[in-house]
């Protein structure tokens, strides 16, 4: 598929409240598809700060991160988001150690 069409296509992900208004009919304010995208993007960079990688909103279909040294890699999903910042930064990344988790915590306090 040629990058424009894959631009075109706006495919929804498993976690879009907004492509699923019936599952997440609980909310109190309207959800549209570009809000969740920046609020997860303002979530992922909070996550991958400290491996020095930060993500971008990409045309509202896919997500750009960046590396301190330039290294660059366009992903479709937020699965895709941690083999990524892996290559990108050369450590290993997983986001759901608890020794990182509580380093989170404590620096949120």
């Known amino acids: 598929m040629c990058s424009l069409c894959g631009l075109l296509g706006g495919k929804g992900e498993w976690s879009d409240s907004a492509s699923a208004p019936a599952v997440f009919a609980?909310?109190?304010?309207p959800q549209t598809r570009l809000r969740e995208r920046?609020?997860?993007?303002?979530i992922l960079n909070a996550?991958?700060?400290h491996q020095g990688v930060v993500v971008k909103d990409w045309s509202g279909n896919s997500y750009l991160l960046t590396g301190r040294t330039g290294r660059t890699a366009i992903v479709?999903?937020?699965?895709?988001?941690?083999?990524?910042?892996?290559?990108?930064s050369?450590?290993?990344c997983d986001p759901l150690d608890e020794g990182y988790l509580s380093t989170l915590a404590n620096n949120g306090r």
């Open 26 to 29: 609980g909310r109190a304010e």
């Open 38 to 42: 920046q609020a997860r993007t303002r």
């Open 47 to 49: 996550v991958l700060k």
């Open 76 to 88: 479709d999903t937020v699965g895709e988001i941690w083999a990524a910042a892996e290559r990108i």
């Open 90 to 92: 050369g450590r290993a």
